[in-house]
């Protein structure tokens, strides 16, 4: 065993120090130069946009850079739907995407997917410097790069994988750790990674998969209430034109005054809105056939707007009035009121 000059232990351990404060103090002075302000979800940019990185965007890998764009949104895809977000290396949603971006720089749907990817990047660099797994750190640091070279993180983040890397470094030699022990270290980090990643990515889905399925719930609902009002609007020409032929056939006339009502039920109260204490009133335009029944109703006027609607014309459909030498039209206002 060979005993090292006390002097050289203390003059190696202050180079290192050194290095370490060095490395430091670039990293927090080109932070301090970033815009700390931005969002750190903000829009991924294309690597060719904005001012240029601390480093230059590693290369896209040979293998995505001879996938055609079809190839690589349908390998994208499906990365995506298996949950190999950024993981394993080479066969990831990340880098599918980011070769898609290079040869369709335009696609909206691109850019979004990598604006959704980009946090979950971020963590896991920051979770792999924490386990000191330096090689899958700076992969996922050069991924972030090529997202967003000009993400806040970024430079805090390779200045914390050069400096515990160095770190570690020294620790290893000062532990003079066994061939077998670093071996076992390194498949406890490898098991480690996968579980997490697994574990992260598996979050991850859910998360989007929810998005998704509320978004598409929206959208349904959206869909659902411009049927209902082209139906609505439909009707309310049918209606209008059997009026109009009504009375071109039939010479009797009636008015809104000639109404008698018989019944009138009042309308149900929409429970979202009872349970809010929410008050409002709609005012209807509804017709009365000869019968007395009412034919057709629609919405002229709601305070607040789609609450009470549907409650209030169903509650009008169902009114009934003595019969009519000729149909009707007239306007009611039908108020909702908690208290009451």
């Given amino acids: 065993m060979t005993v090292q000059n006390p002097q050289a232990r203390r003059s190696r351990r202050l180079s290192t120090v050194s290095k370490m404060s060095l490395l430091l103090a670039l990293g927090l002075a080109l932070a301090a130069c970033s815009d700390d302000s931005a969002a750190p979800d903000a829009a991924v940019a294309p690597a060719t946009s904005g001012a240029p990185a601390a480093t230059a965007a590693p290369a896209a890998p040979a293998r995505t850079a001879a996938m055609s764009v079809e190839e690589l949104r349908e390998a994208a895809r499906t990365a ?33 997917a990598l604006t959704d990817l980009l946090p979950m990047t971020v963590i896991a660099t920051e979770q792999s410097v924490q386990r000191e797994d330096f090689d899958e750190a700076r992969r996922l640091a050069g991924l972030l790069q090529r997202m967003a070279p000009q993400h806040p993180a970024l430079v805090r983040l390779q200045a914390s994988i050069e400096t515990r890397s160095v770190a570690v470094a020294e620790r290893a030699e000062q532990e003079a750790a066994s061939a077998e022990q670093q071996a076992e270290r390194q498949a406890e980090l490898e098991r480690e990674r996968l579980a997490q990643q697994q574990q992260q990515q598996r979050e991850a889905a859910r998360e989007l998969a929810a998005q998704e399925a509320r978004d598409a719930a929206e959208q349904e609902a959206a869909d659902q209430l411009a049927a209902e009002q082209q139906a609505a609007a439909e009707a309310a020409e049918a209606t209008a034109a059997r009026r109009a032929a009504q009375q071109a056939a039939a010479p009797a006339t009636a008015s809104a005054a000639d109404l008698r009502a018989l019944s009138t039920p009042a309308p149900r109260y929409p429970r979202e809105a009872l349970r809010a204490a929410q008050a409002g009133e709609v005012q209807v335009e509804f017709t009365v056939g000869t019968d007395g029944s009412v034919t057709s109703a629609r919405v002229v006027r709601a305070t607040p707007a789609r609450v009470f609607d549907r409650e209030a014309v169903s509650a009008v459909r169902d009114w009934r009035f003595q019969p009519l030498p000729a149909p009707v039209t007239t306007r009611r206002t039908i108020a909702f009121n908690p208290g009451q």
């Fill in 80 to 112: 995506y739907s298996e949950n190999r977000l950024y993981a394993p290396a080479d066969d990831n949603a990340v880098e599918y995407y980011l070769a898609l971006r290079e040869k369709a720089p335009a696609d909206a749907g691109v850019s979004s």
